[in-house]
Nanobody, 126 residues
Framework: VQLQASGGGLVQAGGSLRLSCTTS????????GAWFRQVPGKEREFVAA????????LYADSVKGRFTISRDNAKNTVYLHMNSLKLEDTAVYYC????????????????????WGQGTLVTVSS
């Protein structure tokens, strides 16, 4: 299973970006897809996750109401729609996936996802 993340870039505060994560090497998309982000010198933090069955979603409090995670199963792609971006959203964003349905209580943990994309940089400027 390989993940390819794209869509990062430079955006002004208050702007929007859409990140994409496409899965290959599997006939269907991952059962659970997620986004994490990391700033140099800090630990990788959970941003959002979505399950294939039921489309359950989960968000970090810091992005709730501004970010939306969605998926297109036909395209094996998970998206992260980011609106009202803030300076503190600047980070490298990583997509992650699990072939199994991750239980809700474990969706925030990076250890739940064995597959990771290469990261895409999002820079929010003032």
């Amino acid at each position: 299973v390989q993940l390819q993340a794209s869509g990062g870039g430079l955006v002004q505060a208050g702007g929007s970006l859409r990140l994409s994560c496409t899965t290959s090497g599997r006939s269907s998309g991952p059962s659970t897809g997620a986004w994490f982000r990391q700033v140099p010198g800090k630990e990788r933090e959970f941003v959002a996750a979505i399950r294939r069955i039921g489309s359950n979603t989960l968000y970090a409090d810091s992005v709730k109401g501004r970010f939306t995670i969605s998926r297109d199963n036909a395209k094996n792609t998970v998206y992260l729609h980011m609106n009202s971006l803030k300076l503190e959203d600047t980070a490298v964003y990583y997509c992650a996936a699990a072939q199994s349905q991750v239980i809700i209580s474990s969706m925030r943990s990076s250890a739940s996802y064995p597959y990771w994309g290469q990261g895409t940089l999002v820079t929010v400027s003032s």
